[in-house]
């Protein structure tokens, strides 16, 4: 199992960038594919993006592609989402989840992922 921390989060003008990371903790960070979710006040949880495994197949939710982009460093046990061209729709508290699933290029449910961390907040003002 591992445990997952997200940071980065913050308060940004509309247009503006932020780099969000989750950290986790154990030795089989990359037996796992990561999400990405997010959540506005009042609204279900949403996927954002995934990136298998190994790192080189990323899926992103059709709002946010050509904006964000996710990658990963397993011998960091990292994940990093970079939220490029923000709008204020975008501003919620941002999850990462770990899932033992091996469908890529796809948007999966919050039930798919076993392990999540915190949250961290993303505020846009416009």
């Known amino acids: 199992q591992v445990q997952l921390v997200e940071t980065g989060g913050g308060l940004v003008q509309a247009g503006a960038s932020l780099r969000l990371s989750c950290t986790a903790s154990g030795r089989t960070f990359s037996n796992y594919l990561i999400g990405w979710f997010r959540q506005a006040p009042s609204k279900e949880r949403d996927f954002v993006a995934s990136i298998s495994q190994s790192g080189i197949i990323p899926y992103y939710e059709d709002s946010v592609k050509g904006r964000f982009t996710i990658s990963r460093d397993n011998a960091k046990n990292t994940v990093t989402l970079h939220l490029n061209d923000l709008k204020p729709e975008d501003t919620a508290i941002y999850y990462c989840?770990?899932?033992?699933?091996?469908?890529?290029?796809?948007?999966?449910?919050?039930?798919?992922?076993?392990?999540w961390g915190p949250g961290t907040q993303v505020t846009v003002s416009s």
């Open positions: 989840a770990a899932s033992s699933s091996t469908l890529y290029e796809t948007s999966l449910p919050t039930t798919a992922f076993h392990t």
